[in-house]
């Protein structure tokens, strides 16, 4: 099977379980309870969820969208400095760390549970899960079932490893794989299905807004562990299972800002593109330069190792 449709069939095998169908079933009280009390009535209703859907296909990227971009950005050279020529040799001789065979069935099935949990709450919701939500949900779904011990071992490496050994320099975020977004500590931003924190970030955001223009939207907001991890295992899976090549365009998952502050921004029906160097192309990105309260966390030849994001936006 090619890796597009690979892809695909898990999306489709996802749908089979779509939350409006889970909701309109009385059988599984007990999880829909569990949903209320993580994230409050009036969010999960059909009516909302329905609502996002539909907003979901005009500007929301799916996951598959957000990974798919890594090939067409701008590569990152580094300059070439004499006194830094051992340093060099070395890295130049580096091969690529690839997730080790081992694993390899756990990465398979967990993705799988990551993707059933995620259309179980919503897009919204997943966003800001935390790890032991994450197991409760799938363990009170009858449709999902429990994580296995080797699934949860290996949700632990990919969490606590250390990706310097493949090229990866930027710092650590997240402490702890059970560490949790407070949910009174962050904000929905209407027709986004994404999350900011309250404070800096939306102040900010909101700022950008009313400088650039409506026609700018916040692309990817507050990330919890379980979020990154999914959409770093979905990169992973796009690179044929190549770590170094996955942590150019996605911080593994204790790695990310996102689980702090920071955020992603793009231009309304640009779909992928805003994932791409074509993004510092529009006209959003240059008023957004034209901005001195903003500032952009990874630049060309950045010394974390990440490729250069135009639409990321630095906060603290
Ligand atoms: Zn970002």
């Known amino acids: 099977m090619k890796r597009r449709d690979f892809l695909k069939s898990t999306t489709a095998f996802a749908s089979l379980f779509s939350t409006s169908t889970l909701f309109a079933n009385n059988s599984d009280n007990n999880f829909e309870k569990l949903l209320n009390e993580i994230f409050g009535l009036k969010e999960n209703s059909v009516e909302n969820y329905e609502k996002l859907n539909k907003i979901k296909d005009d500007y929301i990227l799916t996951e598959e969208e ?3 971009e890594v090939k067409d950005s701008i590569i990152i050279e580094s300059k070439s400095d004499s006194k830094a020529s051992i ?5 130049s001789i580096l091969e690529d760390v690839f997730i080790e065979e081992k694993f390899l069935s756990a990465f398979k099935s967990v993705r799988k549970k990551l993707n059933l949990v995620q259309s179980h709450v919503g897009y919204g919701n997943f966003n800001i899960l935390s790890f032991d939500e994450m197991i409760k949900i799938a363990k009170y779904s009858s449709q999902i079932g429990s994580f296995t011990k080797d699934e949860l071992a290996f949700l632990e490496s990919i969490f606590y490893y ?3 050994i493949h090229g990866f320099y930027g710092k650590k975020i997240s402490l702890n794989i059970t560490d949790s ?6 904000v929905k931003i209407p027709y986004t299905g994404h999350y900011l924190f309250k404070g800096e970030p ?3 955001y909101y700022q950008m807004v009313a400088d650039i223009g409506d026609s700018l939207t916040l692309t990817s907001g507050v990330r919890s562990i379980v979020k990154q991890t999914k959409l770093f295992l979905d990169k992973v899976q796009s690179v044929d299972g190549n770590l170094t090549d996955a942590s150019k365009s996605l911080a593994p998952p204790a790695y990310t800002y996102h689980s702090i502050a920071d955020f992603d921004v793009g231009k309304k029906g640009f779909g992928t593109a805003n994932f791409s160097s074509r993004f510092a192309l529009t006209d959003e990105f240059l008023k957004m330069r034209k901005l001195k309260y903003i500032d952009m966390r990874y630049t060309v030849n950045n010394k974390d190792g990440v490729r250069y994001e135009p639409w990321h936006v630095k906060i603290i």
Do not use: L, M
């Open 66 to 68: 957000y990974i798919g």
């Open 87 to 91: 340093i060099k040799e070395k890295k």
């Open 162 to 164: 250390d990706p310097s």
């Open 181 to 186: 977004i407070n949910k009174k500590e962050v």
């Open 202 to 204: 939306e102040k900010i």
